[in-house]
């Protein structure tokens, strides 16, 4: 199936948002209009200073536009107040980021299971659900250890893992392998292009790497706030 026979996912229209620098007002963002379809796998692309984790931090809850809608799953995100935006991040959005943000005095099985407290899971569900997302990115062996006992590249994984427990709506990443040296990179990749695939995932990925965009299934470029042409990625 398509991306353009899939349901989609985000429908984003006419969006715009600009930041204040003293007494001038700095345009990020120009009348962006996007859709992204369920189990779809993209790559935002561009210069620094172009908007995209601008665009990825709107799409996420995490700041708010000047002015158009954003859509995700059907909701209109613009409309929710803070506390109502704060509980729909929380569900349906789960954050992979550069540097991992995972907790050092926490292990990993804990790093996993901590978004999963506030729940209404009970012990032993919560831990039924890290087990599993932690055996998915295959790091069953790693339960008990430390972040400063993992590598770049596990660290990256358990922190996958921790965006995968609640079973988001959407997996937003922004430069998730600028870290990593090539081969753990390419092992994140994998996953990532795998979560799409298999399971059904729908990923937004902000990347300056062209090898790393190529795992994706499209590229979307943004140039000084204005989104190019549609680029179907193809996967190696």
Do not use: C
Not at 107 to 124: M, Y
Not at 154 to 174: F, H, S
Not at 207 to 235: C, F, M, Q, W, Y
């Amino acid at each position: 199936m398509t991306s353009t026979e899939r349901p989609v996912i985000v429908d984003i229209r006419r969006l715009s948002k600009s930041y204040r620098r003293g007494n001038q007002l700095i345009p990020v963002l120009e009348d962006i209009s996007l859709t992204i379809a369920e189990s779809e796998f993209m790559a935002l692309m561009g210069p620094s200073g172009s908007g995209k984790s601008t665009l990825l931090n709107l799409i996420a809850g995490l700041d708010r536009a000047d002015s158009g809608t954003i859509r995700v799953g059907g909701i209109d995100i613009s409309d929710l107040s803070e506390t109502q935006l704060a509980a729909w991040r929380a569900t349906h959005v789960g954050f992979i980021f550069q540097f991992y943000n995972l907790l050092p005095v926490l292990t990993a099985f804990e790093n996993v299971e901590l978004p999963l407290v506030l729940t209404d899971l009970s012990r032993r569900q919560r831990r039924e659900h890290a087990h599993t997302v932690l055996r998915l990115v295959n790091l069953e062996d790693r339960l008990d250890h430390y972040p400063r006992q993992l590598s770049g590249g596990q660290q990256q994984r358990v922190a996958i893992a921790r965006a995968l427990v609640t079973d988001p709506t959407l997996l937003v990443a922004d430069e998730p392998t600028g870290d990593l040296d090539r081969i753990s990179a390419e092992d994140v990749l994998v996953l990532l292009e795998r979560l799409s695939r298999d399971l059904g995932k729908t990923i937004i990925m902000v990347t300056h790497d062209p090898r790393a965009a190529r795992r994706a299934s499209t590229i979307k470029h943004l140039d000084k706030g204005v989104l190019a042409n549609d680029v179907e990625a193809v996967v190696p």
